[in-house]
T-cell receptor, first 119, second 118 residues
Framework: AQKVTQAQTEISVVEKEDVTLDCVYE???????LFWYKQPPSGELVFLIR??????QNEISGRYSWNFQKSTSSFNFTITASQVVDSAVYFC????????????????FGQGTILTVHP | NAGVTQTPKFRILKIGQSMTLQCTQD?????MYWYRQDPGMGLKLIYY???????DKGEVPNGYNVSRSTTEDFPLRLELAAPSQTSVYFC?????????????????FGPGTRLTVL
């Protein structure tokens, strides 16, 4: 069975600090997708990134960057120069395979990390 | 496109009552899902559908039923509501193609329904 662990329940930083959110996953499948979602105080889920298991390149999008390491089964998320608007709950999620496999895109979520950025 | 819409946004039920949470997507996605999010927790899958007429259980299906008569709609039915079903319910949809396109497997979520059972 697949599992996603976000060891940090809550993180508190001061604006402009860099912060890294950890995500460790377990899966027996060789083909899978990893995701990060943001849930701001308003409650909706905002898609941030998808990474498939064959692409280990790190990705940067503005102040956001992601480090995917299959050797350690980790997919960590870094926010550079954090801002108050980054305050939210962040979820890491895993989906095994794509259509044609047996998972049908079902997502397994971590328990989330509450990030609070203070001015 | 409206994306994924859910109604109602909020609802309070008494123990034993029934209700249907509505979910509609206008992206012609073949896959749809229902998740629940309990306070301080991640989302857990209740049911999912791979196309009209085809549904299957997720991790926490007890106390719920679904149907999918059209591509667009995927209602979730609660029978005999219990306090343990107090949660926020999210509907999602995605397109999964065998070729693995750039948007493949990305799940689009609705805004959620906050349900309280008293």
């Amino acid at each position: 069975a697949q599992k996603v662990t976000q060891a940090q329940t809550e993180i508190s930083v001061v604006e402009k600090e860099d912060v890294t959110l950890d995500c460790v996953y377990e899966t027996r499948d060789t083909t899978y997708y990893l995701f990060w979602y943001k849930q701001p105080p308003s409650g909706e889920l905002v898609f941030l990134i998808r990474r498939n298991s064959f692409d280990e390149q790190n990705e940067i999008s503005g102040r956001y960057s992601w480090n995917f390491q299959k050797s350690t089964s980790s997919f960590n998320f870094t926010i550079t120069a954090s801002q108050v608007v980054d305050s939210a709950v962040y979820f890491c999620a895993l989906s095994e395979e794509r259509a044609g496999g047996t998972s049908y895109g079902k997502l397994t979520f971590g328990q989330g990390t509450i990030l609070t950025v203070h001015p | 496109n409206a994306g994924v819409t859910q109604t109602p946004k909020f609802r309070i039920l008494k123990i034993g009552q029934s209700m249907t949470l509505q979910c509609t997507q206008d992206m012609n996605h073949n896959y749809m899902y229902w998740y629940r999010q309990d306070p301080g927790m991640g989302l857990k899958l209740i049911y999912y559908s791979v196309g009209a007429g085809i549904t299957d259980k997720g991790e926490v299906p007890n106390g719920y039923n679904v149907s999918r008569s059209t591509t667009e709609d995927f209602p979730l039915r609660l029978e005999l509501a219990a306090p343990s079903q107090t949660s926020v319910y999210f509907c999602a949809s995605s397109y999964l193609g065998l070729a693995g396109g750039p948007r493949d497997n990305e799940q689009f979520f609705g805004p959620g329904t906050r349900l309280t059972v008293l």
